[in-house]
T-cell receptor, first 114, second 107 residues
Framework: SAVISQKPSRDICQRGTSLTIQCQVDSQVTMMFWYRQQPGQSLTLIATANQGSEATYESGFVIDKFPISRPNLTFSTLTVSNMSPEDSSIYLC???????????FGEGSRLTVL | EDQVTQSPEALRLQEGESSSLNCSYTVSGLRGLFWYRQDPGKGPEFLFTLYSAGEEKEKERLKATLTKKESFLHITAPKPEDSATYLCAVLYDKVIFGPGTSLSVIP
């Protein structure tokens, strides 16, 4: 397993601003992902955070809106840029440790945009 | 389009009343099916992986089974602490999560 710490756990932000979420893992992992969970909904994959190269984004998500950094094998950040109320969601960092699809998640960062 | 559906959307059980949750998928080239538990305000917690039809996995009061097009999560004699949302996910070239079943177990 892996222990994943996310910061902040929650925040309230103003429209038009940006927020950076940090994800720290207690061990080196190759595969790290960022998910979004909108209110009352399931998880949607935003992107795969690649160490040393640009993140791989899923359809509907773009780098300008959700820039991701992955400077090493234990840390990543997700920035939500130029926020609007539609960005109000829980953002979750996850890692794959043992086998493809077996994901461990952080506690999530609950973002409210006013 | 690859899809994962779950039923029921919500389930309310009396303590000790066994039941099953369903996960159906239309994903071709399935590489694995996963069950997760999510408590309010927390990230999902991995429970089981199933790879092939006929496979079963058990953990305490939970048993997961897999057929060619669906999976079941059987809950035997549930307790209030089993109350949570149960998410099914499938893997082909990425992990796709279903919408979840919200389970409430009433004492």
């Amino acid at each position: 397993s892996a222990v994943i710490s996310q910061k902040p756990s929650r925040d309230i932000c103003q429209r038009g601003t940006s927020l950076t979420i940090q994800c720290q893992v207690d061990s080196q992992v190759t595969m790290m992902f960022w998910y979004r969970q909108q209110p009352g909904q399931s998880l949607t994959l935003i992107a795969t955070a690649n160490q040393g190269s640009e993140a791989t984004y899923e359809s509907g998500f773009v780098i300008d809106k959700f820039p991701i950094s992955r400077p090493n094998l234990t840390f990543s950040t997700l920035t939500v840029s130029n926020m609007s109320p539609e960005d109000s969601s829980i953002y979750l960092c996850s890692v794959e440790v043992r086998a493809p699809g077996e994901l461990f998640f952080g506690e999530g960062s609950r973002l409210t945009v006013l | 389009e690859d899809q994962v559906t779950q039923s029921p959307e919500a389930l309310r059980l009396q303590e000790g009343e066994s039941s099953s949750l369903n996960c159906s998928y239309t994903v071709s080239g399935l590489r694995g099916l996963f069950w997760y538990r999510q408590d309010p305000g927390k990230g999902p917690e991995f429970l089981f992986t199933l790879y092939s039809a006929g496979e079963e996995k058990e953990k305490e009061r939970l048993k997961a089974t897999l057929t060619k097009k669906e999976s079941f999560l059987h809950i035997t004699a549930p307790k209030p602490e089993d109350s949570a949302t149960y998410l099914c996910a499938v893997l082909y070239d990425k992990v796709i999560f279903g919408p979840g079943t919200s389970l409430s177990v009433i004492p």
